[in-house]
């Protein structure tokens, strides 16, 4: 018999994650966003050029994010099981983004394969970081691959897990880390040192996740007529000549499991990176997106049962983890 404290962070995982599969990102008034605007606030207070700034700006903002899920989750906690199902799945849903993920990249598809190349660069900014203007037809297939490997294990399967693990306040804080990064955690010339501990942070907030997603890649291979000792090889032969730790993981299981070659030339705004191939077969083409979307999906609804699982295996006086 599960713990009835158990419960409402069940239903509240489950309920987010069919709001996000229903309506995707909220169009207007998104508080990720809110959230990106205040921290773009309060580095025109605190940018300066060295790490022990940018450390103490990422804990300003991500601390102010646990205070707030702490306090959101007494709340509930006071009102009851109801409030407490309703504030997670609030705050799951806001911070999943894999169905919005998946019908960027469905569009984009759809642009190159009716030949609109202008169309498909004007979406890639919502994807990735990278210049659409210097990337032909078969590079925004590849960066929209890459992103759709990436961003399912940075924006629905950590995501997950962290709402599984440690509740409202481990998502917020999870979900702010992520966007700290890609804000201020690259390396441009003058984000190199400010961005670095939002960047070493993100890192490993998502390093759990990232094999998780590479897991779950090879288990549902199969979808898409893909190998899972193919997904694991890349993974174990690939990942780690990537430059992240995570991402790396994430696009050699995805390079795996659908056969193509990931990596290679890859223009940023502020630098040309030389990256290493990830997998054996062929560069992606158009048809290889739709595919990665539909491997991406099944890797979403999977990682939900796994968060779910974890959420639910409190029994009556035993706990896995803190009430929600």
Not at 82 to 93: K, N, P, Q, S, Y
Not at 142 to 159: I, K, Q, Y
Not at 207 to 218: C, D, I, P, S
Request: with cysteine; aromatic share 4%.
């Amino acid at each position: 018999m599960f713990a009835p404290t158990s419960q409402p962070r069940v239903v509240g995982i489950a309920a987010g994650c069919v709001a996000d599969r229903l309506f995707g990102d909220p169009r207007r008034g998104h508080p990720v966003a809110l959230f990106g605007g205040a921290a773009a606030a309060l580095e025109r207070r605190t940018y300066a050029d060295t790490r022990t700034a940018g450390a103490l700006h990422t804990a300003v903002l991500l601390g102010g994010l646990a205070l707030l899920g702490i306090a959101a989750d007494r709340t509930a906690l006071r009102r009851g099981a109801v409030a407490g199902a309703l504030t997670t799945a609030a705050t799951v849903f806001v911070s999943l983004g894999g169905t919005s993920l998946a019908r960027t990249v469905e569009e984009m598809a759809h642009h190159l394969d009716r030949g609109d190349v202008d169309a498909a660069r004007g979406l890639l900014p919502s994807l990735c970081g990278r210049d659409p203007a210097v990337l032909d037809e078969a590079g925004l297939a590849r960066a929209a691959l890459e992103s759709v490997a990436e961003n399912t294990s940075d924006a629905h399967v950590a995501p997950l897990l962290w709402a599984a693990i440690g509740g409202v306040p481990a998502v917020l804080v999870y979900r702010g880390a992520n966007t700290l990064d890609a804000m201020i955690g690259h390396k441009s010339p003058r984000y190199h040192r400010f961005g670095w501990g939002a960047a070493r942070f993100d890192d490993a907030a998502n390093y759990l996740a990232a094999r998780a997603t590479a897991v779950l890649v090879a288990a549902c291979a199969p979808v898409v007529g893909g190998s899972p000792v193919a997904a694991l090889r890349a993974w174990k032969r690939d990942a780690h000549r990537h430059p992240s730790p995570n991402a790396g993981v994430a696009e050699a299981a995805f390079a795996g499991a659908l056969g193509v070659r990931l990596g290679g030339p890859t223009q940023y705004a502020h630098e040309l990176e030389i990256r290493p191939t990830l997998g054996d077969g062929p560069p992606p083409r158009v048809s290889d997106l739709r595919r990665a979307v539909r491997l991406s999906r099944a890797v979403q609804v999977a990682a939900a049962g796994v968060a779910l699982g974890l959420s639910a295996v409190g029994r009556t006086g035993r706990r896995a983890c803190p009430p929600c």
